[in-house]
């Protein structure tokens, strides 16, 4: 588990392999991620994009950016948490990700949450 707090914005993550969406003598390891986002400040602030990098075992790099997480853009209310799941494709059977969440605080101001780098891999002993 990954976790890390910027500006009173907790990020922790959760990840799990998915052995049933995986196919290993295809290359295909699929992971599931579950993020928490935290607001432990006292005003309210709200993602409003996300950058992932995603490295697997062979050192090959992956960053993906895009507007908010699962088609949301949250505001996060003092004390109020946010949390959903994705996935992640990989080649091989372990990696790593980490990023940041670009931020915006009620008084307008910019920040990076970042995110901590977090493992993936299948259970088990390694190939």
Same mark, same amino acid.
């Given at each position: ?13 959760? @990840?799990?392999? +998915?052995?049933?969406? *995986?196919?290993?003598?295809?290359? %295909? ?6 993020? &928490? $986002?935290?607001?432990?400040? @006292?005003?309210? +602030?709200?993602?409003? *994009?996300?950058?992932?990098?995603? %490295? ?6 992956? &960053? $993906? ?63």
């Amino acid at each position: 588990m990954s976790d890390a707090t910027t500006n009173g914005v907790k990020v922790q993550v959760a @990840a799990r392999y +998915v052995e049933e969406r *995986s196919n290993p003598h295809a290359n %295909k390891f699929i992971f599931a991620y579950t993020v &928490t $986002i935290t607001n432990t400040e @006292a005003a309210p +602030v709200q993602l409003l *994009s996300r950058k992932w990098i995603i %490295k697997d075992a062979d050192g090959d790099i992956e &960053t $993906i950016e895009g507007p908010g997480v699962v088609g949301e853009k949250p505001v996060l209310q003092p004390g109020q948490s946010f949390e959903y799941t994705s996935f992640c494709p990989l080649e091989t059977p372990f990696g790593t990700m980490e990023g940041h969440y670009n931020m915006v605080a009620a008084d307008g101001s910019r920040f990076e949450a970042r995110i901590a780098p977090f493992g993936l891999a299948t259970p088990g002993p390694l190939n």
